[in-house]
């Protein structure tokens, strides 16, 4: 039997949550029912990101299947902001588990508009703020400068009263200092990893990029090394609890990312492939725990 | 046999949440494809035109270059709630894989998935056109359109007569190949136009390469014909949680092959081809 676990004043039913981005819910019961719902395979539900203006997403293809793993260039297609409250919100809530709304902006006052929408709606019980999105002035990734992420987390923090998670980009020089930077700021809590940016060439030889916008992110097995590595770094220096994935396809892996240093894990690319990959999860975790009751 | 086929759009078979661990229990050739045949006593009856993810339950993952990872989408070729059928053509890592799977080799299957074909609008005439592999999805609607009394002319284009045995799958089909080897050399596109001009109170359903689709696309358009398209597209899950496997849409926007389709009605489509991928 899983055990409930506080996470920054929530009281989940277990460790298992979804990676932002990797499991549509609404998609799923207009596939499986409400079975979807009665057997819901995580202790949260984080939403794909939201932006303030509605986006269309990258061209075609954006998938391509890397050894131990893909590479995907979505480019977060999604209603933006007001699409998200009239259409979205209203059936997440109705999921049986508290709702992470997982939000992006280029820019400081973008975030903000979003945290501060998003803080008016008592159905979302977190924020999850996507820091993967690089800046207009800088070009570089929101999430990547310690002094950047950090003045970002600093605007926005008072704006909410809800626990904020920073999700951490892979694609910096020292993700520790960024999460000690979003710790620094108020962060209650940081999410990683997020996918290593990854190229694939074209299949027919020319060099060319195959994925509509040249490059994406890579997950799955293949990167679960590098996870394990970013959610010990980060655990060692910082106090707020770590959500950790990346790659976690089976209770034993969640095991490791916990003996690295994370409360929480999150499935994400495993779930494509089987969608109880969450459930899947979460057994094998409790089977490590209770190998009696297991038995 | 499946449900009967549903009047309009937008009706599937829901799909049990778990992946169901299947045992194969025929691989039979039929020129250049393999149709594997697995016991499904918990598969509940798909709608023709509707799809599966399926991968191989032993060595996925472990080929050459480490894959395949993902699990493949595959349309129904036929079910009928204990046993379905999938048809194969080694094209990659993944079919090369399923095409080695022997009767008791285990398959992983998720489905059915997506929107199905709806029976042809009053009565106008079901014309099926098909392409190579994409075939699969004809065969069932046939099987069901036959079975209520109506119609269904059947066009099929090949390759070469190596892939024209697959016609043997259908009660009854006319060929085109490109290289003259069976049937009429040419292009089933051009089986379509002369069975359209024949008599023009009719529907397509179509599913092919996306060049075909196209061409079946136009050709209805321009002919103010209906016509319902079973589209392919790279996918990572196929229940619309990877967003990989978009296809625009004239209204403005995309819509996500596996769960807004497999199927759609032609006239929602801005276009059966790839940004980019020439006619």
Same mark, same amino acid.
């Given at each position: 039997?899983?055990?409930?676990?506080?996470?920054?004043?929530?009281?989940?039913?277990?460790?298992?949550?979804?990676?932002?981005?990797?499991?549509?819910?609404?998609?799923?019961?207009?596939?499986?029912?409400? +079975?979807?719902?009665?057997?819901?395979?995580?202790?949260?539900?984080?939403?794909?990101?939201?932006?303030?203006?509605?986006?269309?997403?990258?061209?075609?293809?954006?998938?391509? +299947?890397?050894?131990?793993?893909?590479?995907?260039?979505?480019?977060?297609?999604?209603?933006?902001?007001?699409?998200?409250?009239?259409?979205?919100?209203?059936?997440?809530?109705?999921?049986?588990?508290?709702?992470?709304?997982?939000?992006?902006?280029?820019?400081?006052?973008?975030?903000?508009?979003?945290?501060?929408?998003?803080?008016?709606?008592?159905?979302?019980?977190?924020?999850?703020?996507?820091?993967?999105?690089?800046?207009?002035?800088?070009?570089?990734?929101?999430?990547?400068?310690?002094?950047?992420?950090?003045?970002?987390?600093?605007?926005?923090?008072?704006?909410?009263?809800?626990?904020?998670?920073?999700?951490?980009?892979?694609?910096?020089?020292?993700?520790?200092?960024?999460?000690?930077?979003?710790?620094?700021?108020?962060?209650?809590?940081?999410?990683?990893?997020?996918?290593?940016?990854?190229?694939?060439?074209?299949?027919?030889?020319?060099?060319?990029?195959?994925?509509?916008?040249?490059?994406?992110?890579?997950?799955?097995?293949?990167?679960?090394?590098?996870?394990?590595?970013?959610?010990?770094?980060?655990?060692?220096?910082?106090?707020?609890?770590?959500?950790?994935?990346?790659?976690?396809?089976?209770?034993?892996?969640?095991?490791?990312?916990?003996?690295?240093?994370?409360?929480?894990?999150?499935?994400?690319?495993?779930?494509?492939?089987?969608?109880?990959?969450?459930?899947?999860?979460?057994?094998?975790?409790?089977?490590? +725990?209770?190998?009696?009751?297991?038995? | 046999?499946?449900?009967?086929?549903?009047?309009?759009?937008?009706?599937?078979?829901?799909?049990?949440?778990?992946?169901?661990?299947?045992?194969?229990?025929?691989?039979?050739?039929?020129?250049?494809?393999?149709?594997?045949?697995? /016991?499904?006593?918990?598969?509940?009856?798909?709608?023709?035109?509707?799809?599966?993810?399926?991968?191989?339950?032993?060595?996925?993952?472990?080929?050459?270059?480490?894959?395949?990872?993902?699990?493949?989408?595959?349309?129904?070729?036929?079910?009928?709630?204990?046993?379905? /059928?999938?048809?194969? /053509?080694?094209?990659?890592?993944?079919?090369?894989?399923?095409?080695?799977?022997?009767?008791?080799?285990?398959?992983?299957?998720?489905?059915?998935?997506?929107?199905?074909?709806?029976?042809?609008?009053?009565?106008?005439?079901?014309?099926?056109?098909?392409?190579?592999?994409?075939?699969?999805?004809?065969?069932?609607?046939?099987?069901?359109?036959?079975?209520?009394?109506?119609?269904?002319?059947?066009?099929?284009?090949?390759?070469?007569?190596?892939?024209?045995?697959?016609?043997?799958?259908?009660?009854?089909?006319?060929?085109?190949?490109?290289?003259?080897?069976?049937?009429?050399?040419?292009?089933?596109?051009?089986?379509?136009?002369?069975?359209?001009?024949?008599?023009?109170?009719?529907?397509? %359903?179509?599913?092919?390469?996306?060049?075909?689709?196209?061409?079946?696309?136009?050709?209805?358009?321009?002919?103010?014909?209906?016509?319902?398209?079973?589209?392919?597209?790279?996918?990572?899950?196929?229940?619309?949680?990877? %967003?990989?496997?978009?296809?625009?849409?004239?209204?403005?926007?995309?819509?996500?092959?596996?769960?807004?389709?497999?199927?759609?009605?032609?006239?929602?489509?801005?276009?059966?081809?790839?940004?980019?991928?020439?006619?």
């Amino acid at each position: 039997m899983s055990e409930a676990v506080r996470f920054c004043g929530l009281e989940l039913d277990h460790r298992v949550i979804n990676a932002s981005g990797t499991f549509d819910a609404i998609a799923a019961q207009r596939v499986f029912g409400d +079975e979807i719902v009665l057997r819901f395979p995580f202790a949260a539900f984080v939403s794909k990101t939201i932006t303030l203006e509605p986006r269309a997403g990258n061209p075609p293809p954006r998938l391509y +299947e890397a050894p131990a793993g893909m590479i995907n260039s979505i480019g977060l297609p999604n209603r933006g902001l007001l699409g998200y409250l009239e259409h979205d919100l209203p059936q997440l809530a109705a999921l049986p588990v508290p709702l992470v709304t997982n939000v992006m902006g280029s820019t400081a006052d973008e975030v903000a508009r979003l945290v501060e929408a998003i803080d008016a709606r008592a159905e979302v019980a977190a924020i999850e703020l996507n820091v993967s999105c690089p800046n207009v002035e800088t070009g570089l990734d929101l999430g990547a400068d310690p002094r950047l992420l950090g003045r970002l987390v600093d605007e926005v923090r008072p704006l909410t009263g809800k626990p904020l998670i920073v999700k951490l980009t892979p694609n910096t020089a020292d993700v520790a200092a960024v999460a000690q930077a979003a710790e620094a700021a108020g962060a209650d809590a940081v999410s990683l990893i997020n996918t290593l940016r990854a190229f694939a060439a074209h299949p027919d030889g020319s060099g060319r990029a195959w994925l509509g916008a040249g490059t994406g992110g890579l997950s799955g097995p293949a990167v679960r090394a590098v996870a394990l590595a970013q959610i010990a770094a980060v655990s060692a220096r910082v106090e707020i609890p770590v959500v950790g994935m990346g790659g976690i396809a089976s209770g034993r892996h969640a095991r490791q990312a916990i003996d690295a240093g994370a409360t929480l894990v999150a499935v994400g690319t495993e779930s494509f492939r089987d969608p109880l990959a969450g459930e899947r999860v979460r057994l094998g975790l409790d089977a490590l +725990e209770h190998p009696r009751a297991a038995r | 046999m499946s449900a009967a086929l549903p009047p309009d759009g937008g009706s599937r078979t829901l799909a049990p949440l778990e992946r169901r661990l299947l045992e194969v229990v025929e691989r039979r050739e039929h020129g250049a494809y393999v149709v594997l045949a697995a /016991e499904d006593p918990d598969g509940p009856a798909p709608q023709p035109g509707q799809f599966c993810m399926v991968a191989a339950a032993e060595r996925w993952g472990a080929g050459a270059d480490e894959r395949p990872f993902l699990p493949r989408a595959f349309s129904v070729l036929r079910a009928d709630g204990k046993r379905i /059928e999938l048809l194969l /053509e080694d094209v990659g890592p993944g079919t090369r894989r399923l095409c080695e799977l022997r009767p008791g080799d285990g398959l992983r299957l998720l489905g059915p998935l997506g929107r199905g074909f709806s029976a042809p609008p009053g009565d106008r005439r079901a014309i099926l056109c098909g392409g190579g592999v994409g075939m699969a999805p004809l065969a069932m609607l046939q099987d069901e359109l036959l079975a209520g009394g109506r119609d269904a002319v059947v066009l099929l284009g090949f390759r070469d007569a190596e892939h024209a045995a697959g016609a043997k799958l259908f009660a009854r089909a006319r060929v085109a190949t490109d290289d003259g080897s069976a049937g009429r050399r040419g292009l089933v596109t051009e089986l379509l136009a002369e069975e359209l001009a024949r008599d023009p109170v009719a529907i397509v %359903y179509g599913c092919g390469p996306p060049a075909m689709l196209e061409t079946v696309r136009a050709l209805c358009e321009r002919l103010e014909i209906p016509a319902q398209l079973a589209l392919e597209a790279g996918m990572a899950c196929g229940f619309g949680a990877c %967003y990989g496997c978009v296809v625009p849409l004239r209204e403005g926007g995309n819509a996500r092959v596996c769960v807004d389709g497999p199927v759609f009605d032609a006239e929602r489509l801005a276009s059966c081809l790839a940004p980019g991928e020439a006619a």
